[in-house]
């Protein structure tokens, strides 16, 4: 038996995957772009960062699906809704837990503790305990009914301050 040596009649796949940590700064640039401007189209997206409509739809989709941004209202009267913040190592160095925590709040009033928790990587116990020591250093209150309330930050360290406030 003679085995004879046979060329693939179709090319092998041309265009390798994007590596995911680029995906990661590109979901970051867009969330901070809605977060300057949270009626911002997906076309102007497009254009600010030279993808297609497509692309904008594609990491769109993929962090609705991750529950990181959400669009809320209708086509034309809506807005996004950033409802988790991407933690990259530099901003959490940089950054300390009860400006993340001031940041989230800034982002929606509402929050709950678990969501700030698993925004930030936190057990309950660790969110309970910083949002006790900024309400005893009034810098955050909650305000109103367990229910309807919401969160009143007093003195806002991120843009009072530039150090880290663990």
Avoid at 136 to 160: C, H, M, P, Q, Y
Wanted: aromatic share 4%; charged share 30%.
């Amino acid at each position: 038996v003679v085995f004879k040596k046979t060329t693939p009649k179709t090319p092998p796949m041309t265009t390798p995957k994007t590596p995911p940590k680029i995906l990661e700064e590109i979901e970051t640039q867009i969330l901070e772009l809605i977060n300057q401007n949270n009626r911002i189209t997906k076309s102007e997206i497009g254009k600010k960062f030279g993808l297609s409509d497509d692309g904008v739809r594609y990491h769109i989709r993929k962090m609705t699906e991750k529950k990181i941004l959400k669009w809320e209202g209708t086509s034309r009267r809506g807005s996004w809704k950033i409802l988790k913040i991407i933690e990259n190592t530099a901003t959490k160095n940089i950054i300390g837990i009860e400006t993340q925590i001031i940041e989230l709040i800034n982002l929606n009033n509402r929050i709950t503790k678990s969501e700030i928790g698993e925004n930030l990587g936190l057990s309950e116990d660790g969110v309970k305990y910083h949002i006790r020591k900024m309400t005893e250093k009034k810098i955050l209150k909650w305000v109103g009914t367990s229910r309807t309330g919401n969160w009143k930050i007093e003195k806002d360290l991120t843009k009072s301050q530039g150090k880290q406030n663990n």
